[in-house]
């Protein structure tokens, strides 16, 4: 079993910046596909951010070039700096993960907001004020 364990709700002003992370316990593996997908009241959730074992990243439209993910191996933590964050950036943001995966980031960034992905975690508020 795999447990992730995020950093708790966050709030910024438009304009701000904030940084998410996500540490992976248990069962984990040098293979895999982590990153961060969002849902917003009344929403779809949405892919924003991923990587893989091999250090390729995916994200999505609204958030390139404003979010980065990153991933430090020593401390199995997955993290998503978040700069010049948006009123319709706020949402809830969850960090999923997949271990033994043969997926690539763009792959996973379609993907992670199922299920039947793999493992997600509890969950992060990030409330945007204007």
């Known amino acids: 079993q795999v447990r992730l364990q995020e950093s708790g709700d966050a709030s910024v002003q438009a304009g701000g910046s904030l940084r998410l992370s996500c540490a992976a316990f248990?069962?984990?593996?040098?293979?895999?596909?982590m990153g961060w997908f969002r849902q917003a009241p009344g929403a779809e959730r949405e892919g924003v951010a991923s990587?893989?074992?091999?250090?390729?990243?995916a994200y999505s439209d609204s958030v390139k070039d404003r979010f980065t993910i990153s991933k430090d191996n020593v401390k199995n933590t997955v993290y998503l700096q978040m700069n010049s964050l948006k009123a319709e950036d706020a949402a809830m943001y969850y960090c999923?993960?997949?271990?033994?995966?043969?997926?690539?980031?763009?792959?996973?960034?379609?993907?992670?907001?199922?299920?039947?992905?793999?493992?997600w975690g509890q969950g992060t508020q990030v409330t945007v004020s204007s």
């Open positions: 990587i893989d074992s091999d250090g390729r990243t």
């Open positions: 248990g069962n984990t593996n040098n293979r895999y596909s």
């Open positions: 999923a993960a997949q271990f033994h995966s043969t997926l690539t980031a763009i792959q996973a960034l379609g993907l992670m907001s199922r299920p039947d992905f793999g493992y």
